[in-house]
C-alpha cells in the first residue's frame, strides 16, 4: 500500500483545532550532553511509518492515537531514533495535522520547520511559517521568534530559518514584524538573517517607502549588512521620483561615509533629480564634481541636463551642452536629439529643429517614432504641411508606421490650415488601419468644420465622439452650438445646452454668451433677458461680454427705455465697448425717428 498522503494540508485546519495557538515554557528539549532514552511511544511511531507501506497509519497507532501528544511529536522530529527519512516525518507530521483528537502546538510546527530547513527543505518549511503567520496575524513576531529560539537547541545549524520566517512576514506586508523579527535574531544569536533583510529591503522600495527602507538600511548598516551601492541608487531613485530631493542628497553623501564611491548611475540619477526640480544648478555643480573624480560623464547625463535647459528655453546653453557632448565623442541618442528638437519647436524655430534632425541623420543617429512625431507636430503648428507630410513619408520608407499621434497630429494641422478634405482623408487612413480617433482628433475635425461654416457635418462628427465613447468638453459643444447660432438655428443651440448638461457638464459664461448673441441677433431680446436671468440663479456671472451683446441687441431692436431699464436691474457699469455699441444704437434710432 502506498504511503497515506493528507486528505487535507496543515493550512485546511477547522477552527476547533487552532486551539494550541499559544504560547508556552512546557517544554524544555534535553541538553546535548544528555543522552536520550529510548521512549517505547516513539519505537512505535517509527515501527509504524516505516510499515506504513503494509498498514495504514490509522490502524497502526489506533490504539496510541488518542494519548499522544504534541512532546512526543518534538521527540520525535529532534531525535529520530530510526532515522527516518525527512519526508517520511514530514508526511507523518502532516498525517496527525489531519486526525480529529490530536492538536499540534506552536513548539510542534517550530520543531517541524527547523527540522525541514536543517534538511534543505526551504518551500515546505516556508509554507508552514506561512501558516503560522496567517494564524498569528501582524503583531506576531515576539511570539513565533520566541518559540524558533525554544525549539532550535538541537538544531544549531538552523539560523536560517529566521531569514525564510523575515520573507514571510515581508511577503504578507507585515512590514513591521519583519523589522522586528531581525531585532530579535540580533539581540538574541547575534547573527544577521542577511537574505531576510535583502527581500525586506526590496519589498520597501517596491512599495513606495523608500524612507523606511532608508531608516532599515542604516540600522542593518550599522549592525554590520554589508553597503551595496546599488541599494543607495535604488533608494535615492525612488525618493528622487517622490520629489524628495533633499532626502536623496542625504543619502547619496552616506555612499562616500560608507567607504563606497558613488557610480555614474549615483551622479545621474541625483542629477535628474534635481533637473526635475527645476534646480539645474545643483546638477551642472554634480557634473563637475563626477569630472573631479574623474567620472566621466555619459550620454544620460548630457541628456538630462539638456532637457532641463530646454524645459527653461535655454536653448543657447542647451546648444554649448551638445557640441560639448559631441566633442568627448558621446554619439547623442534619440532621447538627447529629440529633446533638442522639441525645445526649437516649442519656441518656433522649426528651421533650427530641422538643422538638428538632418546633422543627427549624418552622425548615423536613426530617428524614431517620437521624434518624427515631435518633428511633425512642430512643422504642423507653423503650418508647414508639406513638409510635415514629406517626413510621414520618410518615416514609412525606414518601416516606421505612423500612429495615433502621428494622424491627430496631421489632422489638426490640416483643421486649422483650413484643408479639412484633407483632414477627412487621414481619418479614412487610420479606419483602414485600425487607428481609434481619440478626442483631440475628434476635436480637431469639428473645430475645422465649424471655421468651414459646416455646421452640420460639425454636428455628425460630434455625434460619432459620443458613440465612440469619447467625452467632448464644454469648448466643443459651444463652437457647434456658435455655429448654429451664427446660422440663426438658437433652437438648435439650446438643445445642445440641454444634451451639454445632461452630460454633466456645468456651462461657463462663454457658452450662455453665445447663445445670448444668437437671440439677440435675431431680435429675441425677453429670451435673452429670460437667459440671463438662467445664469444669475445658476450663480454664473456675466461678465462685460455677455452686457455688451444685450446692450447691442437693445440698440438694434430695443429702446432707450429698455436700456435704463436692463441697467439699473442688474447694476451694469458700461465699458468703452457698451458706450460705442449704445451711441451707434441710438444715433441709427434717431436717424429712423427724424425720417418719419
Known amino acids: 500500500m502506498a504511503f497515506i498522503k493528507l486528505s487535507r494540508s496543515h493550512r485546511s485546519l477547522s477552527s476547533s483545532q487552532l486551539g494550541f495557538f499559544h504560547y508556552s515554557t512546557w517544554y524544555s528539549p534535553p541538553s546535548p550532553s544528555q543522552p536520550f532514552r529510548e521512549d517505547p511511544i516513539l519505537t512505535t511511531i517509527s515501527q509504524a511509518i516505516t510499515n506504513t507501506q503494509s498498514k495504514p497509519l490509522n490502524i497502526s497507532l489506533k490504539k496510541l492515537l488518542p494519548s499522544l501528544t504534541a512532546i512526543h511529536v518534538i521527540n520525535l522530529i529532534n531525535h529520530n531514533p530510526y ?13 496527525l495535522s489531519s486526525h480529529p483528537t490530536f492538536r499540534h502546538t506552536v513548539q510542534s510546527y517550530c520543531a517541524m520547520i527547523h527540522f525541514l530547513v536543517e534538511h534543505k527543505m526551504v518551500p515546505q518549511a516556508r509554507s508552514m511559517l506561512a501558516y503560522l503567520v496567517s494564524r498569528k496575524g501582524k503583531d506576531s513576531a515576539s ?38 523579527c531581525f531585532r530579535l535574531v540580533r539581540k538574541n544569536i547575534c547573527r544577521i538573517p542577511y537574505e ?28 554590520g549588512y554589508p553597503p551595496n551601492v546599488y541599494n543607495f541608487n535604488i533608494l535615492m531613485h525612488r525618493l528622487c521620483k517622490e520629489g524628495s530631493i533633499m532626502e536623496a542628497q542625504m543619502i547619496f553623501d552616506e555612499i562616500g561615509k560608507r567607504g563606497l564611491h558613488p557610480s555614474v548611475v549615483s551622479f ?58 559631441c566633442q568627448t565623442g558621446l554619439l547623442p541618442n534619440n532621447v538627447t536629439t529629440t529633446t533638442l ?83 477627412f482623408e487621414l481619418r479614412k487612413q487610420m479606419a483602414k488601419e485600425g487607428i481609434e480617433l481619440d478626442d483631440v482628433a475628434f476635436t480637431a475635425l469639428i473645430s475645422g468644420l465649424c471655421r468651414d461654416g459646416r455646421v452640420d457635418s460639425a454636428e455628425i462628427i460630434l455625434r460619432d465622439m459620443l458613440k465612440a465613447g469619447l467625452k467632448p468638453d464644454d469648448a466643443t459643444y459651444t463652437m457647434v452650438m456658435d455655429g448654429f447660432c451664427k446660422k440663426g438655428d438658437v ?43 438662467a445664469m444669475l440663479n445658476l450663480g454664473v456671472a456675466p461678465d462685460d461680454i455677455t452686457y455688451n451683446i444685450l446692450l447691442e441687441g437693445q440698440c438694434k431692436h430695443g429702446n432707450a427705455e429698455d436700456i435704463d431699464k436692463l441697467r439699473s436691474e442688474k447694476g451694469l457699469v458700461a465699458d468703452y465697448a457698451s458706450y460705442t455699441s449704445l451711441v451707434s444704437g441710438l444715433s441709427k434710432s434717431s436717424r429712423k425717428h427724424q425720417k418719419r
Not at 532515522?83 to 498525517?95: E, G, M, N, R, T
Not at 540619477?269 to 545643483?282: S, V
Not at 452630460?503 to 447663445?515: A, C, E, F, K, Q
Open 83 to 95: 532515522s527516518l527519512s525527512p519526508h517520511s516525518l514530514l508526511a507523518f507530521f502532516d498525517f
Open 143 to 180: 511570539s513565533i521568534v520566541a518559540s524558533l529560539l525554544e525549539t532550535r537547541v538541537t538544531h544549531q545549524s538552523n539560523n536560517a530559518v529566521f531569514d525564510v520566517l523575515m520573507e514571510v512576514y515581508t511577503d504578507s506586508g507585515f512590514i513591521p514584524d519583519a523589522i522586528q
Open 196 to 223: 531576510g533583510c535583502r527581500c525586506l529591503l526590496d519589498k520597501m522600495m517596491k512599495i513606495r517607502l523608500p524612507m523606511v527602507a532608508w531608516r532599515f538600511y542604516l540600522e542593518i548598516l550599522d549592525c
Open 268 to 325: 545621474n540619477t541625483l542629477i535628474n533629480g534635481y533637473c526635475k526640480q527645476g534646480i539645474l544648478e545643483e546638477g551642472f555643480r554634480l557634473k563637475g564634481e563626477m569630472e573631479e573624480k574623474r567620472i566621466s560623464p555619459d550620454v544620460f547625463t548630457y541628456s538630462v541636463l539638456i532637457n532641463g535647459l530646454c524645459r527653461e528655453s535655454r536653448l543657447d546653453d542647451a546648444n554649448k551642452l551638445f557640441d560639448e557632448m
Open 341 to 423: 528638437i522639441d525645445g526649437r519647436c516649442k519656441n518656433g524655430r522649426i528651421d533650427l529643429a530641422m538643422e538638428i534632425y538632418h546633422l543627427m541623420l549624418k552622425k548615423g543617429v536613426r530617428p524614431d517614432l517620437i521624434m518624427y512625431n515631435t518633428l511633425i507636430n512642430g512643422l504642423c503648428k507653423v503650418g508647414d504641411l508639406k513638409e510635415a507630410r514629406k517626413l510621414v513619408s520618410e518615416m514609412s520608407e525606414t518601416g516606421i508606421k505612423a500612429d495615433k499621434i502621428t494622424y491627430t497630429t496631421l489632422i489638426d494641422g490640416c483643421c486649422r490650415e483650413g484643408d479639412v478634405e484633407s483632414a
Open 491 to 533: 433652437k438648435m443651440g439650446f438643445k445642445l445646452l440641454k444634451e451639454m448638461q445632461g452630460d454633466g457638464h456645468v456651462p461657463s459664461v462663454i457658452t450662455y454668451n453665445v447663445l445670448m448673441n444668437g437671440l439677440c441677433k435675431q431680435g429675441q431680446l425677453k429670451n435673452a433677458k429670460m437667459l440671463l436671468d
